[in-house]
């Protein structure tokens, strides 16, 4: 039996994946547990398509195709890759290394071991295949290789839907994340233990009256072991380092009991996710148990990529109307922005200037209306900003009014918040116009807009 390779990928460990084109992977794995050459029906998550074993891996043997295994009495593994001089050897522990080498030159190309990937080329002093037929090695169809222990399990491992292969792969992903998390909570928790039980504010209090102002340090001498050394504010008094160090390790005590909390919710979310990606990867499940599994963890069913043209927002869609207001003698026309809607109405506002000027109708909802000053010595016409007025009030909810209270202020006076929602900005100062106009006015001002 031929095996037709097509991709390749690496671990972390010293481990090669090449995916076949007649499905499933041919592992060739050096690390303890699963040492050896063997087939698996799925890709680990944590496969990674690009490194130095790979580049040379791929310039040297880029589509390999695989007919026997050689073994080696001693244990180490070879695989052929291309043109019968190209080989892949796979170490067993204690080395545990993979080597690309090349038999007619002797030589080894890259190798790869925990300790990393080794490029130099070196000559090669273990035990490798002279040729095809070489009588030291042990030649075995691919169709007789028994797989690692640990691989028997993702061999065992029934075929699972995609809609659960996709849900597994999301809380393996979450697990892997929160493994991290709580390592972080752990070395967070013990630097805020060591904080709390922290003696120097009783050391300065017992020796309060040794300190003078202007002091980085205080340095109080142990016969009996290291000299402790407390550390001080110089632009304080000594009464006010003294407290500063009190409110330090009431600080870490607080700490303590929030990351405390907070690492046992994370712990107990983390095993409560492990049970489930145990079911997940166990045997097929319906997409109602799959959902119903993930519920609860911010995890989502996960949108369709397509979109719907009638709903989506255009990628590089303008924020914006353009009014070119050019009834003035100083040449070039003025622009008035107006919004379209609230979302775009923010990114409006902040694409402009702090010079700028900005309407917004006193009362209700409406569009925001920015004025595009030249220069900041630059007067408006009054004009301008009753043109502008018009506009803010026309796209707002008083349109019907014509007539209504507007903001009138430069951009630098109004502020987004965080918690705000789209379209609503904080107005530190402004000064309000008062406009009314009739459905003519109206009609020569929206035969401004730039086409």
């Not at 291309?82 to 038999?103: K, Q, R, Y």
């Not at 919710?265 to 996710?273: A, G, H, P, S, Y």
Request: charged share 25%; glycine share 4%.
């Amino acid at each position: 039996m031929a095996l037709k390779a097509k991709k390749c990928f690496e671990l972390e460990t010293p481990s090669i994946f090449w995916s076949l084109k007649s499905g499933g992977y041919l592992v060739c794995s050096a690390a303890p547990g699963t040492f050896g050459i063997s087939i698996t029906s799925e890709k680990p998550l944590d496969l990674k398509p690009s490194g130095a074993f790979m580049a040379l891996l791929r310039k040297y043997a880029p589509s390999p195709l695989f007919t026997f295994l050689y073994q080696h009495p001693s244990g180490v593994q070879a695989l052929n890759l291309v043109n019968h001089h190209m080989w892949l050897l796979v170490t067993p522990p204690p080395h545990e290394e993979l080597a690309l080498i090349d038999t007619h030159r002797g030589v080894c190309l890259v190798r790869k071991s925990p300790h990393g990937t080794f490029t130099k080329v070196k000559t090669l002093t273990q035990p490798f295949p002279a040729d095809l037929n070489d009588p030291h090695w042990i030649k075995l169809p691919l169709e007789k290789i028994e797989p690692s222990p640990v691989l028997k399990a993702s061999l065992a491992t029934p075929l699972l839907p995609a809609y659960q292969r996709k849900a597994r792969d999301r809380i393996a992903r979450r697990v892997k994340t929160m493994n991290q998390s709580i390592k972080r909570l752990k070395q967070n928790l013990e630097s805020a233990v060591l904080a709390s039980e922290s003696k120097l504010p009783d050391l300065l209090r017992d020796h309060l009256h040794l300190t003078t102002p202007g002091e980085k340090s205080l340095v109080l001498k142990n016969p009996q072991g290291q000299d402790h050394i407390i550390p001080l504010d110089e632009t304080k008094t000594p009464g006010q380092n003294l407290s500063a160090l009190y409110e330090t390790r009431k600080k870490a005590e607080k700490s303590v009991l929030m990351l405390t909390q907070m690492l046992d919710k994370t712990t107990e979310e983390k095993n409560l996710l492990a049970v489930k990606l145990n079911q997940l990867r166990s045997s097929p499940l319906l997409e109602s148990e799959v959902e119903h599994l993930i519920k609860g963890h911010r995890l989502t069913p996960e949108q369709s990529t397509r979109k719907n043209p009638e709903t989506s927002r255009p990628p590089f869609e303008t924020p914006y109307r353009v009014y070119l207001y050019d009834q003035i003698p100083t040449g070039k026309p003025l622009k008035i922005l107006v919004s379209k809607s609230a979302a775009l109405g923010d990114d409006l506002c902040r694409a402009a200037k702090g010079s700028d000027l900005w309407l917004h109708t006193q009362q209700g909802h409406g569009a925001h209306v920015i004025i595009k000053r030249q220069n900041t010595k630059e007067t408006l016409p009054p004009e301008v900003i009753r043109t502008a007025g018009i506009l803010a009030l026309h796209f707002s909810n008083q349109k019907s009014q014509l007539k209504g209270e507007v903001y009138v202020t430069l951009r630098q006076n109004i502020q987004k918040k965080k918690h705000l929602p789209p379209g609503l900005w904080l107005v530190n100062r402004a000064e309000t116009l008062w406009v009314s106009y009739t459905e003519e006015e109206l009609n020569a001002v929206l035969r401004l807009v730039e086409s």
